[in-house]
């Protein structure tokens, strides 16, 4: 069966509406208790490698490993903007696993059940592929170890799993111990008003109808 690709279209953008109003939301519950600091630190994405530690067996990333936190305050973050609400997420499936009747796999990649799947929309009970779920990550669970970022990215995924710094949690050290390890200095201090890298602004009806 063959999606109507309007309703897809509407469908997404619905959900990446109603879904950037929780992810900026998180960012903005954290700025509000760090209001008076003048910076704070942060972590673009776009220059994150999503490095592994070798020391670490299961190959988590420094920054799980690195931050002064037990549980670091870095956390993965999925930008709803860009995610496929994919029947199969290979960030969240292990692809490598058993393969279940219901074409699901058997194996998870998270090592803290911290992603959660649900299905929304309507079910296409002929289909599963038709099917959308949205993937949201648990940050009392989530230790910022990257792999689901890891395996998000293209060619498998469409790279909207990211790891960010939860200001909410954060020490806000001042020389962070993440920003030391990182090996492509993808930390960096700014205002606390300014939006996390690598997130494109939406650009604003107002704004597009001044453009030349
Ligand atoms: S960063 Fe690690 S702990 Fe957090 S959701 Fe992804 S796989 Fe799970
Ligand atoms: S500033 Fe401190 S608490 Fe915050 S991410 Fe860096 S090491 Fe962790
Ligand atoms: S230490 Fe740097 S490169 Fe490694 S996961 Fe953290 S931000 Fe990404």
Known sequence: MSIDKRTRRDFLKACARGAGV?????VAAGLTLRADA?????LDPDVCTV??????SA???????ECVLKNSAVKAVNNFDSCGYCFICPAYFDITSRQLDDGTFEGLICPQDAINRRLVGEADEYDPNNNFFEYTIDESK??????????????????????????NLCEDCNQCTIATACPPTAFYRSRVTDRPAGYKRPESPARKRSAP
């Open 59 to 65: 190959g988590w990333g420094r920054c799980a490993t």
């Open 38 to 42: 003048d910076k704070v630190w942060q």
């Open 51 to 56: 490095c592994k530690d070798s020391t670490n």
């Open 142 to 167: 989530c230790t910022g170890c990257g792999l689901c970022v890891q395996h998000c990215k293209p060619p498998g995924g469409n790279g909207s799993l990211r790891l960010q710094v939860r200001h």
């Open 22 to 26: 929780v992810a900026v939301g998180g």
